[in-house]
């Protein structure tokens, strides 16, 4: 958790004043624990927010100018809405400038501020960095504004930003955990329909631990809009059965098993069943948390990677060594890539005493098999977005 006291500080001796009217703003990161590429195929997801993210110090001012600073990247700007606009040389500054662009398209006012940035959550590593970013500047300006707030609302603005404004077509459940992330529970969401339920993560002596594999994920700009247009294919080739078919997300395996002849091509045969599959392990993987049954959760989160490795095909040699040498721990129930794939972090279930070890030898293991050396945060699971 960023130092409070310090940060005021720097946002005072960057825009001068003195702390009156400094308010403060915290959106976490989060770790996906199972369903994976299923939130844009109406699937279920099952993330968690983590105790760590972004945090926002925000000042009203009296134009209509709007300064961004950030304590983790050199490029600053000042701006008004009016002329906002994507400018490549704003680099991150476009991420909070879409979410004001979008929430201002829904008739929503805003004025000047000056906005200090702290981001906790390593770039490009697939725990949200992004989605942190965006959702604390929705929350925190729609607050200052007096503005009523929907979090669901902040999620699917934050999400239609990032698709128009950023150009990135990712689903809903990074921006949907951000907002509704609670501590201690993981958010089971049926992403057509945006129903949710806050189920609590009882670990029982357990550990999350999240496994950077220092990989930036290279491809998935392109493989990930390769992979949706691969699974709106198989819904064409399956509408023949399914006359009203919108999303994979709404069958079930059986359904697709009964149909999967209907759909030619190989490739595009192995991603429906991917997604299928997924989806059920979701709901499996909630029901084994209900009934404090730790080790089904972590056989279905070995499944979960497995499919996505050769179903689905998103995962990388660095992935698939972290989760096969966590898979030879003491002590480690489950192991899986979480987010987008092609690099980024693993999350593993680990027994609270085994941590350690595993740490150690997950590390030098993947430091000799890969050109990589690997980073580990043991995850907590924390709030949504918050004024602190
Ligand atoms: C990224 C996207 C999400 C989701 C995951 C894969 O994190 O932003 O919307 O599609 O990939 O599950």
Redesign the pocket.
Known sequence: MANLQALKQRFIGKFGGNEAGIRSFFAPGRV?LIG?????NGGY?FPAALTFGTTLLVRKRDDAIIRFASENFPTEAEITLETAKFEQEHDWVNYPKAVLVHLAKRGYTFGGYDLLYLGEIPNGA?L?SSASIEVVTAFGLMTVENHKIDRIELALVSQEAENQFMGVN?????QFAVAMGKSEHAVLLKCNTLDYEHVPFKAQGCKLVIGNTNKRRGLVDSEYNARRSQCEQAVEYLRVAFPSLTLLGELNAEQLKAHEGLIPDETVRRRARHVIEENDRVLKSVEALKANELETFGKLMIASHDSLQHLYEVTCKELDVMVEEALKVPGVLGSRMT??GFGGCTVSLVQGDQVEAFIAAVGKAYAERTDYKAEFYVGEIGDGVKEL
Request: glycine share 18%.
């Open positions: 996906n994976e590429h299923t939130d844009y997801v697939g949200s990712c689903g809903i459940m990074d987010g987008a």
